[in-house]
């Protein structure tokens, strides 16, 4: 299969992106060996920080396989920006909308036609609190499923330092590195030929991220938690808390000459006057 022509609009990017990244961002590359020579191909990369797609993306371009990302659908109806992703192929996410699977459909496409996709599995940035991949999303193991292509995991860390996730303002000095690193590709060959069920593709899916975090550990010289952050569990004990600190509150109110325990004060001043056990 032929690869991806870089073209106009690819080299245009290139010409605008490649100074300021490479005046902010020192470079540590690694693992460009195992991207494929021919041929389409998925990266499932971590997401860390805004600027990370822009440090990823000289990588890869340096590599001679440009990505076709998947990005928000909006991005692309905004002027210059919206312009420069058409142009340079990416692939528009329609999020709980009926278009929502032509990203999907568009995806398998780029790959059955000999192109990179590039997947963010986690699908926004990281929110464990030291910045680990967090549990991700099944997008990249179903295109991968579907077509069998090669998964090449790549981490990433660096671009976190210059601006921090969720921060307005960089942090200029000193100059960070930028430090990406790919492996080879993820055996997923266990779970060719089964029925791609939710439980399934879940499955294949810690395979790709634990693929992410080992590379990880190795560009940071530490060991990732045992327990992958699952945002959804963390939503969810949030909701169960508020919920028991909501009945808590309306018992208290529904029997007066009680303690509110929802307020240590008044627990405090009742153990003082002999209400409290």
């Not at 090449?152 to 976190?160: C, L």
């Not at 790709?208 to 959804?232: F, H, N, Q, S, V």
């Not at 909501?246 to 627990?267: W, Y």
Request: charge should be positive.
């Amino acid at each position: 299969m032929p690869r991806r022509r870089i073209g106009f609009w690819y080299r245009f990017a290139a010409v605008l992106c490649k100074p300021p990244l490479v005046v902010l961002l020192k470079r540590d590359w690694r693992g460009m060996e195992n991207m494929p020579a021919d041929g389409g191909f998925i990266t499932a990369v971590n997401h860390n920080s805004h600027v990370d797609p822009f440090a990823y993306a000289h990588y890869q371009y340096n590599t001679g396989r440009v990505p076709r990302f998947l990005a928000k659908s909006g991005l692309f109806r905004k002027g210059f920006v919206g312009a420069a992703m058409r142009g340079t192929g990416q692939i528009p996410v329609y999020r709980e909308t009926t278009d929502a699977l032509s990203a999907f459909r568009a995806a398998i496409h780029a790959v059955e036609s000999g192109e990179c996709v590039a997947f963010y599995p986690e699908g926004t940035l990281t929110r464990d609190p030291d910045q680990w991949p967090m549990t991700g999303k099944t997008g990249a193991a179903r295109v991968a499923l579907q077509t069998r292509c090669p998964v090449i995991p790549v981490a990433q860390w660096g671009a976190n330092e210059l601006l921090p996730p969720y921060a307005k303002k960089p942090v200029l000095f000193p100059r960070k590195t930028s430090r990406v690193l790919a492996g080879p590709p993820v055996d997923l060959s266990a779970f060719y030929g089964r029925e791609m069920t939710p439980e399934l593709l879940k499955e294949a899916t810690e395979v790709i991220m634990a693929a992410i975090t080992r590379l990880l550990e190795e560009i940071r010289g530490e060991k990732a938690p045992e327990k992958r952050y699952d945002p959804r569990e963390v939503r969810l004990e949030q909701r169960r808390r508020t919920a028991t600190a909501t009945a808590r509150r309306q018992t208290a109110r529904q029997e007066p000459g009680q303690p509110d325990a929802s307020r240590p004060e008044q627990a405090e001043q009742a153990q003082q006057e002999g209400q409290g056990t």
